[in-house]
């Protein structure tokens, strides 16, 4: 599949595990994806991003990501189908903190080394990049782009598309993004 890549998605990619290694994550995640894409300052993706603003809010996506991980990667769904049971996941996390030291619900940080040298992907970050194929091939394009990722990342349920909709990035608004329009009509990949 990684034939298909276009060179900005192939630079995406490769940065997302570069963000992998900087954070000491075990798996590059869904996550250093999405702030791979934030980094590139040109290419389809790059535009989308700088239109839907969130370029200018990088800090607020990164506290977004970083408040996720610390409810143990809950979504803000999550967070509400939970609130409307009478449990407060913000106070479950502070007390955790507490006890336990602040980040304790936060995936564990890794300080593995791989044999290889290549870091796995996360199941997440591998079903997004299934999900950029069947996009791109829902659209008819013979190339997965970083554009293809970035829709991806949106269509995809779990923090990311949680953290992107709170910012107004939802699958529709960056199809609008990248093709007007004109770019509802076309059958939207499952």
Not at 21 to 36: C, F, P, T, W, Y
Not at 54 to 72: C, F, I, K, N, Q
Not at 114 to 122: K, L, S, T, V, Y
Not at 173 to 188: C, F, H, K, N
Request: with cysteine; glycine share 12%; hydrophobic share 40%.
């Amino acid at each position: 599949m990684f034939e298909r890549f276009t060179k900005g998605a192939r630079v995406v990619v490769t940065g997302a595990v570069s963000h992998a290694e900087r954070a000491g994550a075990d798996k590059v995640a869904e996550e250093h994806l999405l702030l791979s894409l934030l980094d590139q300052e040109e290419g389809r993706g790059s535009f989308a991003v700088t239109a839907l603003g969130l370029v200018d809010r990088r800090a607020s996506v990164e506290a977004s990501l970083e408040r996720a991980r610390r409810r143990g990667g809950l979504t803000s769904a999550d967070e509400e189908a939970l609130a409307g049971l009478g449990i407060d996941v913000s106070e479950i996390v502070a007390r955790m903190e507490d006890v336990h030291g602040e980040g304790v619900l936060a995936p564990p940080r890794g300080t593995r080394r791989w044999r290889n040298g290549h870091r796995p992907f996360a199941d997440g970050a591998k079903g997004v990049l299934a999900k950029s194929l069947r996009i791109a091939l829902g659209r008819r394009d013979r190339f997965i782009g970083e554009e293809h990722l970035l829709l991806a990342l949106t269509a995809c349920p779990g923090v990311v598309a949680d953290v992107l909709a709170e910012h107004g990035a939802t699958y529709v608004s960056v199809e609008r993004a990248l093709y007007g329009d004109g770019g509802e009509g076309q059958a939207r990949a499952s």
